[in-house]
C-alpha cells in the first residue's frame, strides 16, 4: 500500500478531496508515515478499527490527536495498565445521593475517536470490555444497549519490543481489528525535519499552533463511505479474495488462518483504497495492497516456525505470490 493515492480535480462538496484535505492537515503535525495516515483513512471509510504497532516515540499519540482536530472530531485517551477496570473504559452506575438513585455515568468509550494507549497492558477483562463496543457499537449496562457516537473509531497502541508486563490480545479482540499498521523509525530525512520543525518551535502540546483546522466533518465522512459502498467487485476479485483466506488456513507455518470475516474485511480496505485512488471499482492489485495490513494480526504461527524466523507477513507474501489473481 503506498502513501499517497492521487488527487482527483477539485471540486466543490467532493468527499475524495475533503478527505485528502484531512490527510494533508495532518501533515502539518506529522511528518512521513503517508502509509500509516492512509490506513487510517481506510479504516474510517470502511468503519473499522486500526491498531497501531510501533516503538515508543514514534508520533503515534500525536497522529490521533490530529486526526482528530483535522476533522472535527471527538477524541479521548485511555492509558490502559494493569489495575484499569472495565466500568473505566464503558462507563459505570453510580449513585446520585440528589435523586436517591443509580445512573449511569458514560466512560471515554463514548467519542469518536477513543486511542487505547498501550492496550495490551491490561488485563483480558479490562481488554474485552472493548470487545462489543468495537463491534456493536453500543455499551451494555444494567442490560441497557447504549449506542456509542457515530463515526466510532478505535486506535490501539502496542509497543512491540516490550513484553514484560503485558497480556497477548486475544484471537477474538485481534479479529476485531480492521487494520494492522506498523509505525516504524523515521528515516534520517524525516527525523532532521522532525527535529527542524522543533527547533522552530512546533509544540505537539498545541496542535491549532500548528495550523491545523478542521476541514471535514462527520457529515463529510458519511458521505464519503456512502460513495465507497458503490465501489464495485467483480466476481472475479471476490473469489480471489476468498481464495487468499482459504491459502492463509492451508499454509504449513500457520496454525489459525484468516477466517470469514478477515476475507469481509479485505473486501472493505480494497473497496476504500480503490475508492481514495479514484476508482469506483476493485481490482487485484487493490487486494494485493491491503492483504498486508488487513489480514497480518490475524494469521497465528505454529511455534516452530516462528522459531525458524517465519512472519506473518512473510506468509502473506508467499501467498500472493503463489495464488493465482484474476486478470
Not at 133 to 144: I, L, N
Not at 232 to 237: A, D, G
Request: aromatic share 4%.
Amino acid at each position: 500500500m503506498t502513501g499517497d493515492p492521487p488527487a482527483p480535480a477539485p471540486q466543490d462538496g467532493d468527499p475524495r478531496r475533503t478527505l485528502i484535505a484531512v490527510r494533508d492537515e495532518i501533515a502539518k503535525a506529522i511528518v512521513g508515515h503517508e502509509s500509516v495516515v492512509t490506513g487510517i483513512m481506510i479504516a474510517l471509510l470502511a468503519e473499522g478499527h486500526v491498531l497501531l504497532e510501533g516503538v515508543p516515540g514514534v508520533a503515534k499519540t500525536l497522529l490521533v490527536r490530529a486526526l482528530g482536530a483535522a476533522m472535527a472530531l471527538e477524541t479521548r485517551r485511555v492509558q490502559f495498565t494493569p489495575d484499569l477496570m472495565p466500568g473505566d473504559v464503558t462507563g459505570s452506575q453510580v449513585f446520585d445521593a440528589r435523586t436517591a438513585a443509580f445512573e449511569f455515568r458514560p466512560g471515554p468509550v463514548f467519542t469518536n475517536l477513543l486511542l487505547a494507549d498501550e492496550i495490551n497492558r491490561t488485563p483480558p477483562k479490562t481488554q474485552a470490555a472493548l470487545l462489543e463496543a468495537m463491534e456493536e457499537r453500543q455499551v451494555s449496562a444494567d442490560g441497557a444497549p447504549r449506542p456509542l457516537p457515530r463515526p466510532f473509531l478505535v486506535l490501539a497502541t502496542q509497543n512491540p519490543i516490550e513484553y514484560e508486563g503485558t497480556y497477548p490480545l486475544p484471537e477474538a479482540q485481534l479479529d476485531r481489528f480492521l487494520l494492522k499498521l506498523t509505525v516504524p523509525l523515521p528515516s534520517r530525512d524525516d527525523e532532521c525535519a522532525i527535529v527542524a520543525r522543533h527547533a522552530a518551535g512546533f509544540d505537539p502540546r498545541d496542535l491549532a499552533g500548528a495550523g491545523i483546522r478542521p476541514v471535514a466533518s462527520a457529515a463529510d465522512l458519511y458521505a464519503a463511505q456512502r460513495q465507497v459502498a458503490q465501489v464495485t467487485v467483480s466476481p472475479e476479485v471476490t473469489g480471489y479474495i476468498v481464495d487468499l483466506c482459504r491459502a492463509t488456513r492451508a499454509a504449513p507455518s500457520v496454525s489459525l488462518g484468516a477466517s470469514p470475516r478477515a476475507a469481509t474485511a479485505l473486501l472493505r480496505t480494497s473497496r476504500a483504497w480503490a475508492w481514495l485512488t479514484g476508482r469506483g471499482f476493485v481490482t487485484p492489485d487493490d487486494v494485493k495492497a491491503l492483504a498486508g495490513p488487513t489480514l497480518r494480526h490475524r494469521l497465528r504461527l505454529r511455534p516452530e516456525a516462528e522459531l525458524e524466523g517465519a512472519t506473518a507477513d512473510a506468509v502473506i507474501d508467499t501467498i500472493l505470490a503463489t495464488v493465482p489473481a484474476p486478470r
